[in-house]
């Protein structure tokens, strides 16, 4: 997939929606978008694991960790599989680890810093609910497109 969001922002300022600049590139894939999947959880990755384990179909999934900085939602071996089931790629808003692995895989990862501790599983979340952060509200089955430049989401896919 090639876009750069500035462009796609020129080309489609009737629809996109711009999220607040608050994240890092950290994935091996700079430039990644697609539908959108949801999941709300906090500081538990439960529902973060479970999904990336499924077929992605070069979904997006968008996980709303409340902005915690005190542990990390996703990993390595939870990134891998991702890959393995055909995700485009994952926003987090919280942390990630691991990132210098997350960094060779095919798969794009934005996030708001890293952080080597896990989460604790707990089994609980929310998935496909809107989302809301970053002065924009997420919502599972429109588009959401990342890269260098930022992020942005609209209602139908725009490239």
Not at 36 to 58: I, Q, W, Y
Not at 138 to 158: C, K, S, W
Request: hydrophobic letters at 45%.
């Amino acid at each position: 997939m090639s876009f750069v969001t500035c462009d796609l922002c020129d080309d489609h300022a009737d629809v996109v929606r711009v999220c607040e600049p608050m994240f890092s590139n950290f994935g091996g894939a700079l430039a990644f978008g697609g539908a959108m999947v949801t999941v709300k959880c906090f500081e538990d990755n439960s529902r973060v694991k479970e999904l990336l384990a499924t077929p992605g179909d070069g979904r997006v999934l968008v996980v709303d960790g409340g902005g915690s900085l005190r542990c990390a939602l996703l990993g390595d071996m939870i990134a891998e599989s991702a890959v393995n089931q055909g995700w485009a790629g994952v926003i987090v808003y919280g942390c990630i680890r691991d990132v210098d692995a997350i960094a060779e895989l095919e798969l794009g990862v934005q996030a708001l810093a890293s952080i080597p501790l896990k989460s604790v599983r707990k089994g609980v979340g929310e998935v496909d609910v809107p989302v809301t952060f970053g002065g924009i509200t997420f919502r599972p089955g429109e588009y959401v497109y990342a890269d260098n430049n930022g992020v942005i989401t609209a209602p139908h896919a725009l490239i």
